[in-house]
């Protein structure tokens, strides 16, 4: 009988008669989305590589800045820092008693 090879080759051959018609739009399209493949995967490839070339852009430029401990943003060192919620008049302190929910201020002396 027929061996595989054979069987191949008579299958080749007749989706090429039936399909004659079809086969030159079937290998555009084919070779089109494979361009547009192509052309994706660089795409990607570039962005990523950008990517990761920012990243190390910021980590050198945060390396040579010198270390200052964390401030919010706006704020100056040196100045007073508020805290909402609570009024401190100058010549007080102001104490938190574990015991009570409120505050107490007492005098300095």
């Known amino acids: ?12 051959v007749l989706i090429a008669v039936l399909a004659a018609k079809k086969l030159p739009e079937l290998a555009r399209s084919a ?7 192509k052309a994706e995967a660089r795409a990607a490839k570039a962005e990523s590589e950008a990517e990761a070339e920012a ?3 910021e980590r050198r430029a ?18 007073p820092r508020v805290i909402r919620g609570e ?12 015991a009570a929910d409120g505050s107490r201020t007492q005098q300095q002396r």
């Open 31 to 37: 070779g089109k989305s494979a361009r547009i493949l």
């Open 62 to 79: 945060q390396a040579q800045q010198p270390r200052q401990a964390h401030q919010p943003q706006g704020e100056q060192p040196g100045a």
């Open 55 to 57: 990243q190390e852009d």
């Open 87 to 98: 009024t401190v008049v100058k010549g007080e302190t102001v104490t938190r008693d574990a």
């Open 1 to 12: 009988m027929f061996g595989l090879s054979e069987l191949a080759i008579i299958l080749i």
